[in-house]
């Protein structure tokens, strides 16, 4: 076989050593994230393996017998427990029927996490939420094999939602509910989820012929205040949404609070949808239609994709999502 049909196919460590201009092991330590390489070094080979398409599924199980869990320590506030603590207990109980033991730790500004975990002494790595890349960077370079969830980056496995599914699905409810402006409060857009989650908002709205449309209201501040903010700017767009999908269910209690506040009544004035389908989706008034997501299954197949990868499974798992319909989004009259 020709070398170009060779490469367009499947692309090998040798073919990536010779396009970045390194040696082999140099690619394999970057692959694997282990230490020994300069962060710029890192950086060019994983962009080059990326854009290659090189499969970087070729996993081989991990022999552990501590993992850590790390989550940012932005993560761990009050508000974003009702998402990340499933995950954690997913993570928990994967590790507990596979015999391993199991780690906690938050992290957060760059500096010392080399230390914190050397210090857990752990064979294995499941890191969750959104990570600046100076944090993972330094993640990586602790040399530890590494599965993100809720995240994703180049040259490291993840697992992640469907996001761009679960948006779509809850956009075209919304516009089969005969609603004319459907607008998203939407969060940080360093964040894989939420990128993910505009993408299929946008892509329902293109598909109904509706791109024009494209209300987007971003969250500035990752607190409860911030969602209130946020809320608030969206309500007062002029002329004012009547439908509103939320990248997430805090972000979309915090519409249905607000439209109690200006008279505006749930769904009849304004249909709202969330995302992740979190305790207090089902019991505010009205229930909250959401988009369900298997939380304690990311943090099992976490654990599952570090511990024992499918023969020839990409390394970037998707969990399906499925929407659930309840009184903030009853058809329009």
Excluded at 24 to 34: C, D, F, I, N, Y
Excluded at 91 to 113: D, H, I, K, L, M
Excluded at 140 to 157: C, E, Q, T
Excluded at 215 to 230: K, P, S, W
């Amino acid at each position: 076989m020709p070398s170009d049909q060779r490469l367009a196919s499947a692309p090998t460590i040798r073919d990536i050593a010779a396009r970045a201009e390194v040696s082999v092991g140099t690619v394999s330590r970057a692959l694997k994230g282990q230490p020994g390489l300069t962060e710029s070094t890192r950086v060019r080979v994983l962009q080059v393996a990326q854009a290659m398409g090189y499969d970087l599924g070729k996993l081989r199980p991990v022999k552990a017998r501590r993992i850590g869990f790390l989550l940012h320590e932005s993560h761990s506030n009050l508000a974003s427990n009702p998402f990340y603590f499933p995950v954690l207990h997913g993570v928990e109980v994967a590790c507990r029927n596979s015999a391993v033991a199991f780690t906690y730790s938050q992290v957060g500004e760059p500096g010392g996490v080399a230390d914190l975990i050397a210090l857990l002494e752990v064979d294995g790595l499941v890191c969750a939420g959104y990570w600046e890349s100076g944090v993972l960077a330094e993640i990586v370079r602790a040399g530890k094999p590494v599965v993100l969830v809720d995240h994703a980056a180049p040259g490291l496995p993840s697992v992640n939602t469907d996001n761009v599914s679960g948006a779509y699905q809850a956009t075209q409810h919304l516009i089969a509910t005969g609603r004319a402006r459907v607008a998203m409060l939407t969060g940080q857009a360093e964040h894989h989820s939420i990128r993910q989650r505009v993408e299929g908002y946008r892509q329902a709205l293109a598909d109904a012929g509706r791109a024009q449309d494209d209300l987007i209201v971003r969250r500035l501040v990752d607190t409860e205040e911030g969602d209130r903010q946020a809320a608030a700017a969206l309500l007062s767009m002029s002329p004012r949404p009547d439908a509103v999908f939320a990248y997430n269910d805090r972000a979309a209690l915090a519409v249905i609070q607000e439209c109690a506040q200006r008279g505006l009544r749930v769904p009849e004035d304004v249909a709202v949808v969330g995302f992740d389908d979190i305790t207090a989706a089902s019991y505010s008034q009205p229930g909250l239609t959401t988009v369900a997501v298997d939380k304690e299954g990311l943090g099992r197949e976490g654990v599952r994709l570090l511990l024992h990868p499918r023969p020839s499974e990409r390394a970037q798992v998707v969990v399906p999502v499925r929407l659930v319909i309840r009184g903030s989004s009853r058809a329009a009259r």
